[in-house]
């Protein structure tokens, strides 16, 4: 099963936005003026895990539940020359291009 990102979204005490609050965060935690900001961020730096992001009313309710699947995948891109190498077993180094 591919790692999972769990995110908390909950209203400041001081009123005055919102913290997104995970384990994956480099800090700990983050501080939005909106829940839709906080969403797309936890979103966007989960594409490619899968990811839960719970938001919590004033009281420490649950009031909404968003899943995201990680569909993001690397592709890697080898150069012709490069695949003919390998199935050859031979290696040729490139020249280096001369600078015009």
């Not at 913290?19 to 490619?48: C, E, K, N, Q």
């Not at 839960?52 to 539940?65: L, Q, S």
């Amino acid at each position: 099963m591919p790692a999972m990102h769990v995110y908390e979204l909950r209203p400041r005490k001081d009123h005055r936005g919102v913290d997104l609050i995970s384990d994956v965060l480099p800090f700990g935690r983050l501080w939005y003026d909106t829940s839709d900001h906080a969403i797309g961020y936890a979103m966007h730096s989960s594409r490619s895990h899968h990811a839960v992001i719970r938001v919590y009313d004033d009281v420490g309710k649950v009031i909404e539940t968003h899943e995201h699947k990680g569909d993001f995948k690397l592709r890697h891109f080898v150069p012709e020359e490069a695949r003919r190498c390998a199935q050859t077993g031979t290696w040729r180094p490139k020249v280096a291009r001369q600078s015009r």
